[in-house]
């Protein structure tokens, strides 16, 4: 099975709206943590916020919150007021806990978003 | 305070070559991790160095391998090059203790495109 699924096709939105992109996870692990992270066509991965298993409120950075469900596996992402620059790939990925050194993160496929003026 | 720098951004091969690929981390970072980025399997776990030691390693076949030096400068190499490895290498620097901590943000570099012909 998949650990992170990302199953959106191309998203949509205006410019000055809201979207949300979704990401479901799996893992038995207890703890964990949640990332989106953003791939402009540069390449660079640029990271956007963080959820841990166990934080008690949904995380929020700037225009960018995480709608975390933990009885549902899903941690969704918020982005408010789209602009143009947020056009990208997204994606949401996960760190698990453990025995090990916990450094790899798992990505799922990705979500294209573009914004339209 | 410079990002992860990765070279070269380009690089065309030829099959049953081998290559070599180089990243530097965030200075101060001591654990860097490569991931293999391609439209069919997505972004996926190569290895992580950590102190110059080999700390954690994906699914991927010994052609595959990498080290890391005293100044925390990493390098990955292929050998016998396939069509299959064409893909997207990005690297990963993180800050880092012993065991890295669920929170710890990778901070990724503009990744190798490599092209194998």
């Known amino acids: 099975a998949q650990k992170i699924t990302q199953t959106q096709p191309g998203m949509f939105v205006q410019e000055k709206e809201a979207v949300t992109l979704d990401c479901t996870y799996d893992?038995?692990?207890?703890?964990?943590?949640l990332f989106w992270y953003k791939q402009p066509s540069s390449g660079e991965m640029i990271f956007l916020i963080y959820?841990?298993?166990?934080?008690?409120q949904n995380a929020t950075e700037g225009r960018y919150s995480l709608n975390f469900q933990k009885a549902r596996k899903s941690a969704n992402l918020v982005i408010s007021a789209s602009q143009l620059g947020d056009s990208a790939m997204y994606f949401c990925?996960?760190?698990?806990?453990?025995?090990?050194?916990?450094?790899?993160?798992?990505f799922g496929k990705g979500i294209t978003l573009s914004v339209r003026p | 305070k410079a990002g992860v720098t990765q070279t070269p951004r380009y690089l065309i091969k030829t099959r049953g070559q081998q290559v070599t690929l180089s990243c530097s981390p965030i200075?101060?970072?001591?654990?860097v991790s490569w991931y293999q980025q391609t439209p069919g399997q997505g972004l996926q776990f190569l290895f992580e160095?950590?102190?110059?030691?080999?700390?954690n390693k994906g699914n991927f076949p010994g052609r595959f391998s990498g080290r890391q030096f005293s100044n925390s400068r990493s390098e990955m190499n292929v050998s016998t090059l396939e069509l299959g490895d064409s893909a997207l290498y990005l690297c990963?620097?993180?800050?880092?203790?012993?065991?890295?901590?669920?929170?710890?943000?990778?901070?990724f570099g503009q990744g190798t495109r490599l092209t194998v012909v």
């Open positions: 990963a620097s993180s800050l880092d203790r012993r065991r890295m901590e669920m929170n710890t943000e990778a901070f």
């Open positions: 893992t038995s692990d207890p703890s964990y943590g």
């Open positions: 959820q841990g298993s166990y934080d008690q």
């Open positions: 990925a996960m760190r698990e806990g453990g025995t090990g050194a916990n450094s790899k993160l798992t």
């Open positions: 200075s101060g970072h001591r654990s």
């Open positions: 160095y950590f102190s110059e030691t080999q700390r």
